[in-house]
């Protein structure tokens, strides 16, 4: 089974779960759920289910393609099912064996582990899930998202693609994993992965990346006056990938990086505030 | 009758079922208590989807008799015995039978009455509205919501099976009625079970690879690591903490013996260990205190007959040890003093400042207790070390197991070639980490562990960090108990008070709260550690109250003066003296300082006792003042027949006020002198004990 195989067939499986395909996002995103399609959706009182792939920018995680295990960008499948299905375990369960794996000669564990995102003002309860020792998926029971106590709770499932694609292979080194029948990781992703590991951590430009990130936070700040909350919030994953990179570059001191993750934490809950209908930041 | 009861939910983190075990059998024993059912056994078991309660219980509450009264006997009867119109209304009113009334004696007089014989309630019905109460109560350290129940909990619920006496019992909690079935394992058997009774359930769940005793699965853990490690001859390295978390973590045991490359042993042993245990929960094996290529795991199956489990750990184990073998070898290219300047940019605290801040005040606090000490030959290698500790926050190692901190920065520094004094004080400075860990074993690394710690509780109690009850953001307390070990331990001799002083000038104004108020703050929290401490050592509470009366000068004195109290507590001397010293208290209670006048003595007794007192005192005070305070109180206790005749020859409270005032200075100065050694006043003695029950505190 390749890493397209794999997608198919979350794809499939989590369609017959009543999930919304939602396509890639196409904003640098730490983690799939900072989009959109998980962001705001868990805030409100509706049902959603989605499921997507979402690469997920981690500019500190570069090794300059030397490393089998760790790349500066790797691909989340992410769902979010609200409210939580009581059968959620289950049916997670149930993924993996639509996957082919036969459950029975493994170990499958749901190992406690807490999620915090301080960026987005979220943080869930739940388990990391481990396969025979290796971390598989990010079980997740959100508590709150922009700063707000989230009813229904939603369940978020974040599959680590490439983990789980290196398990269902049984291969050592990520640059090893098919992609399709024909073309492998390493075809696909190495050169990328030296050059962004090169550009993360030595060449790009911490004037223009400090310039940035000023000009989105401002250009957020207008745009939330005007009550455009979809752009402003595309605005702060802008921040916040920015100051990623910063920070890749070594070039945020102490103080600098509490006050940034605060102004990104600020607009972000302002946003959520309102998307609910409360009105301003108190 | 037996009580069964289950409650079924998502995976709960061990620390959650350790605490809710406990909770569940308090609260058990306390509903059944107060509704007067009686608990012949009562014991609780877990998995990490179960919370199981079994005992075995009355059938009900006993059947009870009580005599009601009405209206007094001579108003309820007429004279020729019928009833009254209050009589009846009485009768009426209590829904009895008139033929029942009979007369009632009591203190007051004779009434009107009859017994009522209540029937005791049945356990199932009492059952049924405690089992929601108790499990409705239960606190966690974290809870949770979960898709659109208003409930917290650990971990969303799934089920609850609760039956007393084989019938299910009526009750209902998060919306699931009690009945009398489970699931099995999660994988192997997760079909449904039925269970009416605690034997059956235990052994249907056991076919359904669900162990419930934690006891068992623990033995079964301990006897497979046995059978594996048996053919290579090794044994595995203690972990209990990881034991005791395994155990919870799974249904239905299987120990995992995997290998890895031996190529990987060159890397230290405590990061092999570290990266075995952290992610993996993987023990270690050695053969003679060193490390074999080998690890256990305990995995969540019935078995492993294709070997999967087994090599799929053995592969994530094997990219984990790249990564650790890479970051050591890349910590390396840098030396710790390099690091080390990469420290201004990682924040300590936000308003104590950064690692180069606390590096910077810890080679000033090093430095002094180095010269109080007398250890100026560490001098150098400790100020040094102090300079160096922080810096493997900065290693990638560290940044990826933080567990290695402190530990990390001694085996960089050894790598390095830095002297042992250095990189042996980096290595320990972290130690002990709680009560039950070891000391560091060099002097430098002993200072520095001090240093260390007191600088975090000067600054924490400085900024206003709150400790309470089950808060401790910054470690407080965990550091001062370390504190207290190596002073306790290494029986380092150094004024306390002044150390705090050297401390809160090392800060200078970064403190937001005023130094008196913080020095206060700091003595108040020692001695409420101290007193935890010397009373989990096993002392007495009033002992320990007695020693520490006096004040901390010295940490090592108030257990010098606990230890004391106790080596005299079964004296023959020891009551008759506490009494005497309470006397004396009692006397002096609120009365201002007075002087002693030595021509103001009148009778022998007076003269005698005051010479005895300076005799006393010369001998007692040099040994007090080395700490030395059993001694000095085998001296003191020589007042004790002088002061009884005092007492029985001498008025104290003289019609001469000149002469009343120089008594009382005279026992003014033998209690002043005796605060030196102890507060006797506060030792409980046997007479008060049975006199006030709740004396003493």
């Known amino acids: ?282 | 009758m037996e009580f069964l009861l289950e409650l079924l939910t998502e995976e709960l983190p061990a620390s959650h079922i350790r605490s809710a075990r406990e909770q569940l059998e308090s609260g058990f024993r306390r509903e059944l208590d107060e509704a007067r059912i009686e608990v012949r056994s009562l014991r609780t078991l877990a998995t990490p989807r179960r919370l199981i309660v079994t005992g075995d219980l009355a059938e009900g509450q006993e059947d009870r008799e009580e005599i009601v009264t009405g209206p007094p006997l001579a108003i309820a009867k007429a004279p020729d015995g019928s009833l009254t119109p209050a009589g009846k209304g009485f009768a009426r009113s209590q829904g009895v039978d008139e033929s029942l009334l009979g007369p009632v004696r009591t203190p007051k007089g004779e009434y009107l009455g009859f017994t009522r014989r209540a029937k005791g309630t049945p356990t199932a019905e009492i059952l049924a509205a405690a089992v929601p109460r108790v499990l409705g109560s239960l606190a966690f350290p974290k809870l949770m919501r979960w898709a659109e129940s208003p409930l917290r909990f650990s971990r969303p619920i799934h089920g609850l099976l609760c039956v007393f006496g084989g019938a299910p019992v009526a009750a209902s909690f998060a919306g699931f009625q009690a009945g009398d079935e489970t699931v099995g394992h999660r994988i192997a058997a997760p079909g449904r079970i039925k269970a009416a009774d605690f034997a059956s359930y235990r052994q249907a769940l056991a076919q359904s690879s669900v162990i419930i005793d934690p006891e068992e699965r623990r033995r079964m853990i301990l006897d497979q690591i046995e059978a594996a490690l048996a053919p290579v001859k090794a044994r595995v390295y203690p972990d209990p903490g990881l034991l005791d978390d395994l155990t919870l973590n799974v249904e239905c045991p299987l120990v995992i013996f995997g290998a890895f490359p031996e190529s990987f042993l060159s890397l230290p042993l405590e990061v092999l260990s570290t990266a075995m245990r952290e992610g993996q929960k993987l023990f270690s094996v050695v053969r003679d205190k060193k490390q074999l290529p080998y690890f256990l795991g305990v995995a969540d199956a019935p078995a492993d007959a294709k070997g999967l489990i087994r090599r799929g750990n053995e592969r994530v184990l094997r990219a984990r040890l790249e990564d650790a073998r890479f970051f050591w070898d890349q910590d390396r290219k840098v030396p710790l003093a390099d690091r080390a300047e990469g420290l201004e940019s990682v924040l300590f605290q936000e308003k104590l400042g950064t690692y180069e801040d606390k590096t910077q005040r810890l080679k000033k606090i090093v430095g002094y207790l180095c010269d109080r000490l007398g250890a100026a030959g560490e001098r150098e290698a400790a100020v040094e070390a102090a300079s160096l500790c922080k810096a493997d926050l900065l290693t990638e190692m560290v940044k990826e197991f933080s567990g290695l901190q402190g530990r990390m920065g001694g085996l960089y520094a050894k790598a390095e070639g830095l002297p042992p004094a250095v990189h042996q004080a980096i290595y320990e400075h972290y130690q002990p980490v709680g009560l039950d860990d070891a000391s560091p074993s060099t002097t430098a690394g002993a200072l520095l562990s001090i240093a260390d710690k007191m600088d975090s509780i000067v600054g924490g109690i400085g900024v206003g960090l709150q400790v309470s009850g089950s808060s401790d953001p910054f470690g407080l307390r965990r550091n001062a108990h370390g504190v207290c070990k190596v002073v306790l331990d290494r029986k380092l001799r150094f004024s306390f008070p002044l150390f705090l002083d050297r401390i809160l000038a090392v800060y200078g104004d970064r403190l937001t709260l005023a130094r008196p108020e913080v020095k206060a703050a700091c003595l108040d929290f020692f001695a409420g550690r101290l007193r935890f401490i010397l009373e989990k050592k096993g002392w007495r509470y009033d002992l320990v109250n007695a020693a520490l009366g006096p004040g901390i000068d010295q940490i090592l004195d108030v257990q010098a003066r606990v230890e004391a109290l106790d080596a005299l507590k079964s004296s023959p001397q020891f009551e008759p003296f506490i009494l005497m010293v309470k006397r004396i208290n009692n006397i002096l209670k609120g009365l201002p300082a007075a002087k002693v006048n030595a021509d103001l003595f009148v009778e022998k007794e007076e003269r005698e006792l005051a010479s005895t007192l300076s005799i006393v005192g010369s001998n007692a005070q040099p040994m007090i003042a080395r700490g030395d305070f059993a001694r000095a109180q085998g001296i003191i206790f020589k007042l004790q027949p002088v002061l009884n005749t005092f007492f029985e020859k001498v008025l104290v409270m003289a019609e001469d006020k000149k002469i009343r005032q120089n008594r009382l200075g005279l026992l003014q100065s033998i209690s002043k002198m005796l605060l030196g050694i102890a507060d006797y006043s506060q030792v409980v003695v046997e007479g008060e004990r049975t006199a006030k029950p709740k004396g003493g505190r």
């Not at chain 1, 807490?114 to 029971?141: C, H, K, R």
């Not at chain 1, 790009?204 to 745009?223: D, H, I, M, P, Y």
Request: aromatic share 10%.
């Open chain 1, 1 to 282: 089974m390749s890493v397209q195989d794999l997608i198919l067939g979350l794809h499939r499986f989590w369609a017959g779960q009543g999930c919304y395909l939602a396509q890639t996002y196409d904003v640098e995103v730490g983690a799939g759920t900072m989009t959109p399609d998980t962001f705001f959706r868990v805030l409100d009182k509706r049902p959603w289910r989605v499921g997507y792939v979402q690469p997920s920018r981690r500019p500190d995680d570069g090794r300059y393609g030397e490393n089998p295990n760790r790349v500066q960008k790797h691909f989340q499948y992410q769902v979010i099912m609200k409210p939580s299905p009581d059968a959620i375990q289950d049916i997670y369960v149930r993924s993996l064996r639509s996957l082919g794996v036969v459950l029975e000669d493994h170990d499958l564990r749901f190992d406690e582990d807490n999620w915090e995102s301080p960026t987005i003002g979220a943080w869930g309860v739940g388990w990391q899930v481990m396969l025979d020792g290796l971390e598989i998926t990010q079980f997740t029971y959100f508590q709150q998202c922009g700063g707000i106590e989230l009813a229904p709770v939603p369940v978020e499932i974040t599959y680590g693609l490439e983990r789980l694609e290196m398990f269902l292979e049984q291969k050592d080194d990520i640059y090893d994993l098919d992609w399709s029948a024909d073309v492998t990781y390493r075809d696909l992703r190495l050169r990328e992965e030296k050059e962004f590991s090169e550009y993360n951590f030595q060449a790009a430009s911490v004037t223009a990346l400090k310039q940035a990130f000023n000009a989105c936070q401002k250009e957020a700040g207008r745009l939330i006056a005007k009550d455009l909350l979809l752009p402003a919030y595309d605005m702060c994953l802008k921040c916040s990938h920015n100051f990623n990179l910063l920070d890749s570059r070594g070039a945020i001191s102490v103080t600098e990086r509490v006050k940034m993750i605060s102004q990104i934490r600020a607009l972000v809950n302002d946003i959520a505030r309102r998307y609910t209908g409360g009105k301003d930041g108190t």
